[in-house]
């Protein structure tokens, strides 16, 4: 709709989402700030950018068209699926026993294939069964990966801790639907609720195999997506441009890289260091993996003649970032330090009001701000540091990318920790990055459902991007690096990155 509006001409329109924009980034600058610290009133700035969205709705006959278009059927899926091909569009919902609301929520999955007379809804189990499953487990990522996914060798009917859940896992959102799928090699999949939270690929079969090593697993937003898309791969080619950017300095200082050890990358997470578990201050500390990543990835692009242009050190900042908006990247490779914060207690801290830095971010309502990326500099802002007025602090929030048109980009790859995550709203999916990617206008995410590590990541960006250099397709591509990396790692190291479409 944006991409349209901006192509009609019509002057009126055009300036009806120019003032709907600032306007939203009028919105995002406020919430970068403590409330005391606020120059605005964000409600009644909500408030105006609602009335002109209204506006824009209205009068844009644009919009009517496009709401023609996503008025996708099962009918219009299942033509467009092959023989050997399935999808599944899960569906979560609070029960209603006929009387009343009950507090429970049902998992259910539709499942079409190219001949059934009509979609096949089958019950899977209930939200407290998943949620008792997760609360289970026990340490830190790699140990609760351990404990849901199948690690190499595992013996899923064992009797030991990390085999029970992994196989009630898979007997709570799999095993129902799974003797629907004969001769079936492709499944579709949109997930919803708590399942967006789940590695699909890494789920243990009672086989002792991964979901990936009996299906090829796609990721949708939507099922519609099929049709939308025509159901057709897409390629890097040496007409693309790449940006990219790594080996961030977080600080103000310039990073010296020949201090950094090597063995570094062994034991950073892309995501934040905690100095003090009982305070939650954190820092974002110098990831040497990111360098060498983004390093490689552009002399691997230009080895192709692919036009690459790479932002380090303190050159990455996030106003290089959102100058993107409306520009011609159709790759985009962010390797850095992601962040996502669940939804706060109803009872915020009595010093909320004025906390600066991460604070404001942790607690804030929205949770399109509780999801970001760091870029250049950040942690002057995040440690408490004032901003300074009209310049960007270094923290990319979804609420901003959200606002950006990014329509001619064909795939973002954020190569950080739990870009994937986000508030869990139902049906309406996951409030986070990979939301705000999808409404900036970028075909295909690729993003993490926890902290990764920063060695491993980089073996995978490397392995993807020789693929998709390799005249595979960028599906196929991250199917293949999946193989790999799953001969070599346990989940924890591989199956945290997820492909969305």
């Given at each position: 709709m944006r991409q349209n509006i901006l192509n009609a001409g019509d002057t009126a329109i055009i300036r009806v989402y120019n003032n709907w924009v600032a306007l939203r980034k009028s919105l995002a600058n406020q919430y970068s700030l403590p409330i005391a610290k606020r120059t605005l009133d964000t409600k009644t700035l909500e408030e105006e950018a609602n009335s002109l969205e209204k506006q824009l709705t209205r009068s844009s006959s644009i919009f009517v068209h496009g709401q023609q278009l996503i008025k996708t059927n099962w009918k219009d899926i299942q033509s467009t699926l092959k023989d050997n091909e399935t999808a599944i569009e899960f569906s979560s919902f609070q029960y209603y026993d006929g009387k009343r609301w009950t507090d429970s929520i049902y998992y259910v999955a539709l499942v079409l294939r190219k001949n059934d007379k009509y979609p096949q809804m089958v019950y899977l189990c209930e939200e407290r069964q998943i949620n008792s499953v997760f609360n289970q487990t026990i340490g830190k990522d790699a140990q609760k990966s351990a404990q849901l996914y199948l690690n190499r060798g595992i013996i899923i009917n064992g009797a030991n801790q990390s085999s029970h859940l992994a196989s009630k896992l898979y007997d709570l959102v799999w095993k129902p639907i799974d003797q629907l799928f004969k001769n079936i090699n492709t499944i579709y999949f949109s997930p919803s609720g708590l399942l967006h939270k789940i590695s699909f690929s890494a789920l243990a079969t009672p086989d002792s195999m991964c979901l990936m090593d009996k299906y090829k697993l796609v990721e949708l937003g939507s099922t519609a997506e099929i049709v939308r898309s025509g159901n057709k791969d897409q390629y890097i080619s040496v007409s693309d441009t790449v940006f990219l950017c790594g080996g961030i300095n977080y600080d103000q200082m310039r990073i010296d890289k020949g201090i950094?050890?090597?063995?570094?990358?062994?034991?950073?997470?892309?995501?934040?260091?905690?100095?003090?578990?009982?305070?939650?201050?954190?820092?974002?500390?110098?990831?040497?993996?990111?360098?060498?990543?983004?390093?490689?990835?552009?002399?691997?692009?230009?080895?192709?003649?692919?036009?690459?242009?790479?932002?380090?050190?303190?050159?990455?900042?996030?106003?290089?970032?959102?100058?993107?908006?409306?520009?011609?990247?159709?790759?985009?490779?962010?390797?850095?330090?992601?962040?996502?914060?669940?939804?706060?207690?109803?009872?915020?801290?009595?010093?909320?009001?004025?906390?600066?830095?991460?604070?404001?971010?942790?607690?804030?309502?929205?949770?399109?701000?509780?999801?970001?990326?760091?870029?250049?500099?950040?942690?002057?802002?995040?440690?408490?540091?004032?901003?300074?007025?009209?310049?960007?602090?270094?923290?990319?929030?979804?609420?901003?990318?959200?606002?950006?048109?990014?329509?001619?980009?064909?795939?973002?790859?954020?190569?950080?920790?739990?870009?994937?995550?986000?508030?869990?709203?139902?049906?309406?999916?996951?409030?986070?990055?990979?939301?705000?990617?999808?409404?900036?206008?970028?075909?295909?995410?690729?993003?993490?459902?926890?902290?990764?590590?920063?060695?491993?990541?980089?073996?995978?960006?490397?392995?993807?991007?020789?693929?998709?250099?390799?005249?595979?397709?960028?599906?196929?591509?991250?199917?293949?690096?999946?193989t790999t990396m799953r001969k070599k790692y346990d989940p924890y190291y591989w199956a945290a990155f997820v492909l969305m479409e």
């Open positions: 950094k050890d090597e063995k570094e990358m062994f034991v950073y997470n892309r995501g934040p260091q905690i100095s003090n578990e009982s305070s939650r201050s954190t820092s974002w500390r110098y990831l040497p993996g990111t360098f060498k990543e983004s390093r490689y990835i552009d002399s691997l692009f230009r080895k192709n003649k692919i036009s690459t242009t790479l932002y380090i050190d303190s050159n990455a900042t996030e106003t290089m970032f959102k100058n993107l908006s409306g520009k011609e990247p159709q790759i985009i490779h962010v390797s850095t330090h992601g962040f996502f914060f669940p939804e706060p207690q109803k009872e915020k801290p009595k010093d909320a009001f004025m906390k600066m830095g991460e604070e404001t971010y942790r607690f804030s309502e929205n949770p399109l701000l509780r999801s970001g990326l760091i870029f250049a500099g950040a942690n002057y802002v995040w440690k408490g540091g004032e901003q300074t007025p009209g310049q960007d602090d270094g923290i990319l929030t979804a609420y901003e990318v959200s606002n950006m048109n990014l329509y001619n980009t064909k795939l973002v790859v954020l190569s950080a920790c739990e870009t994937g995550l986000g508030d869990i709203k139902g049906s309406e999916g996951v409030f986070g990055l990979q939301r705000a990617f999808k409404m900036a206008g970028v075909d295909y995410v690729i993003m993490s459902l926890w902290k990764v590590p920063d060695k491993e990541t980089t073996e995978f960006m490397k392995l993807f991007y020789s693929n998709c250099l390799s005249n595979h397709s960028i599906r196929e591509s991250f199917y293949l690096t999946q």
